[in-house]
Nanobody, 124 residues
Framework: QVLLVESGGGLVQAGGSLRLSCAAA????????MGWFRQAPGEARTFVAA????????SYADSVKGRFTISRDNPKNTVYLQMNNLKPEDTAIYYC?????????????????WGQGTQITVSS
């Protein structure tokens, strides 16, 4: 069974930073691209960032470019999301996901496996 477990969420003031981690088990981690999505209360889940299997290619939503950085450590089966200069509008539940075919990485339908999410709250 594939498990993706997010950690690192919490409460932070606007302008602060957090680093999210997603630990994967039950799959050949280096064979999958990884993505981060988020969902605010009452809103649809939206794409945040993605990274290819070897980390050579990354993609970001316009709303987080220049502030967030996705990275991965394949020997540790872990993907990260470094979040800097956080804004109240970043408040959401953040989910990591795994995709075998790295194509339409901004579309959640492309991802086969999902974590349970971790809450990020940014106060003003």
């Amino acid at each position: 069974q594939v498990l993706l477990v997010e950690s690192g969420g919490g409460l932070v003031q606007a302008g602060g930073s957090l680093r999210l981690s997603c630990a994967a088990a039950g799959l050949s981690f280096s064979s999958y691209g990884m993505g981060w999505f988020r969902q605010a209360p009452g809103e649809a889940r939206t794409f945040v960032a993605a990274i290819s299997r070897n980390g050579g290619t990354t993609s970001y939503a316009d709303s987080v470019k220049g502030r967030f950085t996705i990275s991965r450590d394949n020997p540790k089966n872990t993907v990260y999301l470094q979040m800097n200069n956080l804004k109240p509008e970043d408040t959401a539940i953040y989910y990591c996901a795994a995709v075998f075919a790295y194509g339409e990485v901004a579309a959640e339908r492309a991802y086969g496996y999902w974590g349970q999410g971790t809450q990020i709250t940014v106060s003003s």
